[in-house]
């Protein structure tokens, strides 16, 4: 009966993780109503910051004061908070938050570049072909945008992908530099450094005082801080901890479905055929380049969570 409780359990932390991070997509573009997205960002990691440094202290764990430790965080705090997270935000004042969500499931692709050139893992003919295939999707989603929306959503487009890069690069490094740090103190520093650099840069740019917003803006920076950054990600290390790592990896294809399914119910967002098609293909090219097991050997996968 233990066993089966705590599948369970696992079952039910891992759904819950992927509905929290497919739904985070349609809260960015709600709570854009009301905040402008520097702000937005700066509020919700500081949010994020104060959540997790609880929870560090709460269990009573160590920081490891050593200079690779702070000066990963500060890296991980503006490549994988600060850069990827403002132009994500940004990005979906112009395209779609179903859109937005699949465009960011391409950055296995992006890692893998990467891995191979800083880390020195192997890129294969298999994570080519998914690269490849992911490459072709993108074109279909361009074409697309570029026939409905305009330059506009090219913009949008563009600010998608830039933030993968950045992601993708912050991902490689932790990978490398950051194999010896708790999952949870390592959170700290980046949350911390992105949220307030962000404020600080949005202060002067847009003026915007938070405490005019309305509750549904506030509802959503408190959703994306707590659920969507402190939550979702406590739930993926004690899942890592208990599931082999290519079952965690299968939230890179079920996020970006669910994103799409929440913005076209709840945002009446349009889902085209050419979308759909494309998504398709970047889905069909992650799973060609990600998953792979044999009958003696584990997948290596980076459990890249699609989330914002």
Same mark, same amino acid.
């Given at each position: 009966?233990?066993?089966?409780?705590?599948? /369970?359990?696992?079952?039910? #932390?891992?759904?819950?993780?992927?509905?929290?991070?497919?739904?985070?997509? %349609?809260?960015?573009?709600?709570?854009?109503?009301?905040? !402008?997205?520097?702000?937005?960002?700066?509020?919700?990691?500081?949010?994020?910051?104060? =959540?997790?440094?609880?929870?560090?202290?709460?269990?009573?764990?160590?920081? !490891?004061?050593?200079?690779?430790? $702070?000066?990963?965080?500060?890296?991980?705090?503006?490549?994988?908070?600060?850069? !990827?997270?403002?132009?994500?935000?940004?990005?979906? +004042?112009?395209?779609?938050?179903?859109?937005?969500?699949?465009?960011?499931?391409?950055?296995?692709? &992006?890692?893998?570049?990467?891995?191979?050139?800083?880390?020195?893992?192997?890129?294969? %003919?298999?994570?080519? @072909?998914?690269?490849?295939?992911?490459?072709? @999707? $993108?074109?279909?989603?361009?074409?697309?945008?570029?026939?409905?929306?305009?330059?506009?959503?090219?913009?949008?487009?563009?600010?998608?992908?830039?933030?993968?890069?950045? /992601?993708?690069?912050?991902?490689?490094?932790?990978?490398?530099?950051?194999?010896?740090?708790?999952?949870?103190?390592?959170? &700290?520093? !980046?949350?911390?450094?992105?949220?307030?650099?962000?404020?600080?840069?949005?202060?002067?740019?847009?003026?915007?005082?938070p405490l005019t917003y309305d509750a549904q803006t506030w509802g959503t920076i408190l959703y994306l801080a707590i659920l969507g950054s402190? &939550?979702?990600?406590?739930? =993926?290390?004690?899942?890592? +901890?208990? &599931?082999?790592?290519?079952?965690? #990896?299968?939230q890179t294809f079920i996020i970006p479905v669910l994103a799409l399914f929440f913005g076209w119910v709840f945002l009446d967002e349009t889902v085209t055929s050419r979308l759909a098609l494309g998504s398709?293909?970047?889905?069909?090219?992650?799973?060609?380049?990600? =998953?792979?097991?044999?009958?003696?050997?584990?997948?290596?996968?980076?459990?890249?969570?699609?989330?914002?």
């Open positions: 009966m233990r066993g089966a409780s705590e599948k /369970a359990l696992v079952a039910l #932390a891992y759904a819950s993780m992927c509905a929290i991070w497919g739904s985070t997509w %349609m809260m960015i573009k709600i709570g854009l109503r009301g905040a !402008p997205p520097l702000t937005g960002v700066g509020i919700r990691f500081v949010v994020a910051g104060l =959540l997790v440094t609880a929870l560090v202290a709460l269990r009573r764990l160590p920081y !490891p004061w050593t200079h690779r430790f $702070v000066s990963l965080g500060v890296v991980l705090g503006i490549t994988h908070m600060a850069l !990827p997270y403002v132009l994500v935000y940004w990005a979906e +004042q112009h395209i779609s938050s179903g859109l937005t969500a699949v465009l960011y499931a391409t950055m296995p692709f &992006v890692v893998a570049v990467m891995a191979r050139l800083i880390v020195g893992d192997a890129l294969t %003919m298999r994570k080519l @072909g998914g690269i490849a295939l992911g490459v072709t @999707g $993108v074109w279909f989603i361009y074409a697309d945008s570029v026939r409905l929306g305009g330059s506009q959503s090219v913009l949008g487009i563009g600010a998608v992908l830039l933030s993968v890069f950045f /992601a993708a690069l912050s991902t490689v490094l932790l990978k490398r530099f950051g194999k010896e740090f708790n999952a949870l103190v390592m959170l &700290v520093l !980046p949350f911390w450094v992105g949220g307030t650099l962000v404020l600080a840069a949005g202060a002067p740019v847009e003026k915007s005082n402190g &939550v979702a990600f406590t739930l =993926l290390f004690w899942v890592i +901890q208990r &599931v082999d790592v290519t079952v965690v #990896a299968y398709a293909l970047i889905l069909a090219g992650i799973a060609v380049a990600t =998953l792979r097991r044999t009958a003696t050997r584990r997948a290596r996968i980076v459990a890249t969570p699609v989330s914002k």
